[in-house]
């Protein structure tokens, strides 16, 4: 948790990120993902000065469980000083035991934002998904939990100005927006109506354009006319039997050569990021296997 400190910006933990999008569609499968089709809404987990702390706090642990579709689990939530913004005990359940920084007693509407992360925790605890890494687990956390729904509360929770600072979670800002973006292209749902953070639109916005480039990627017919020059000139490049076989340098895709004449070239799935592999024979109409996505070609 930023507080009062400095925010991180920019894309720092994109391919991480990108595997975790990946991990979530593998683990879950396409289906279930489409039954997150429908975010938190703000009233659920609307939280006032008024509100009783503890009750409130209960009212929208139980919210996030519903969404989550735990319906065995329970959350008890404590508070005390702590340096992170929150603490989970994952446990063989059914109860789970969450502390929340004494800083949320008096930051009641970020309380949703803190839970929607230690909730995901619980979730993917019982789905047996996790990255090896501390680090990369929390970043799967976040991204699972902005994928699934309830991300947009962490972004919303972000705020910064001249004096002060907040940001949850583990991805800057830019990253929240860009997954955000992801899960708006899949599901046709505009999450920056949600917002209270002036930040938060900005970073939004910058995640979109981050997102929309994943679509606009050689061999994609949306691809732009310099990438697709790039593309027509590492094509030529691959078809040198000498030369085929190898990932071009500092491009999404990869040339590989089955037999004399027969070409394939692999790259990222727009949507879940899992690689494609095509042939090499011009106009050709692909659909992830993974994600269901289906891809206009150019190869």
Same mark, same amino acid.
């Given at each position: 948790m930023a507080n009062g400190g400095p925010v991180e910006h920019g894309f720092p933990h994109l391919e991480t990120v990108r595997a975790a999008v990946t991990a979530l569609y593998r683990r879950l499968s396409y289906d279930t993902v489409r039954t997150f089709s429908a975010s938190v809404a703000p009233v659920d987990v609307a939280f006032c000065d008024t509100d009783d702390l503890y009750l409130g706090t209960q009212r929208v642990a139980h919210e996030l469980v519903r969404h989550y579709r735990l319906p065995d689990?329970?959350?008890?939530?404590?508070?005390?000083?702590?340096?992170?913004?929150?603490?989970?005990? +994952?446990?063989?359940?059914?109860?789970?035991?969450?502390?929340?920084?004494?800083?949320? #007693? %008096?930051?009641? #509407?970020?309380?949703? =934002?803190? +839970?929607?992360?230690?909730?995901?925790?619980?979730?993917?605890?019982?789905?047996?998904?996790?990255?090896?890494?501390?680090?990369?687990?929390?970043?799967?956390?976040?991204?699972?939990? %902005?994928? +699934?729904? =309830?991300?947009?509360?962490?972004?919303?929770?972000?705020?910064?100005?001249a004096a002060t600072s907040q940001k949850l979670g583990y991805l800057t800002p830019e990253e929240f927006g860009y997954v955000?973006?992801?899960?708006?292209?899949v599901f046709g749902e505009d999450p920056s109506v949600w917002f209270t953070s002036p930040q938060a639109y900005t970073a939004y916005g910058k995640g979109l354009?981050?997102?929309?480039?994943?679509?606009?990627?050689?061999? +994609?017919? =949306?691809?732009?006319?310099?990438?697709?020059?790039?593309?027509?000139?590492? #094509? #030529?490049?691959?078809q040198d039997p000498h030369a085929a076989g190898a990932a071009v340098?500092?491009?999404?895709?990869?040339?590989?050569?089955?037999?004399?004449?027969?070409?394939r070239v692999s790259f990222p799935c727009p949507t879940c990021h899992q690689r494609i592999r095509v042939p090499v024979r011009g106009r050709v109409r692909a659909r992830c296997g993974l994600c269901r996505t289906v891809l206009e070609c150019d190869t």
């Open positions: 689990a329970r959350m008890i939530v404590s508070f005390r000083e702590m340096t992170h913004a929150a603490n989970v005990e +994952l446990t063989a359940g059914p109860e789970y035991f969450i502390e929340l920084n004494d800083r949320f #007693r %008096t930051h009641r #509407r970020d309380i949703g =934002a803190a +839970l929607a992360h230690e909730v995901m925790h619980v979730y993917l605890h019982r789905l047996d998904l996790a990255f090896p890494s501390t680090r990369d687990n929390e970043i799967l956390t976040d991204t699972a939990t %902005t994928y +699934l729904g =309830a991300g947009w509360l962490l972004l919303d929770a972000y705020r910064e100005d955000l973006a992801k899960r708006a292209l354009a981050r997102a929309r480039r994943d679509e606009q990627q050689p061999p +994609l017919t =949306a691809a732009g006319w310099a990438g697709r020059r790039r593309y027509a000139r590492d #094509r #030529r490049h691959a340098a500092g491009g999404p895709y990869a040339f590989t050569a089955q037999a004399p004449g027969q070409l």
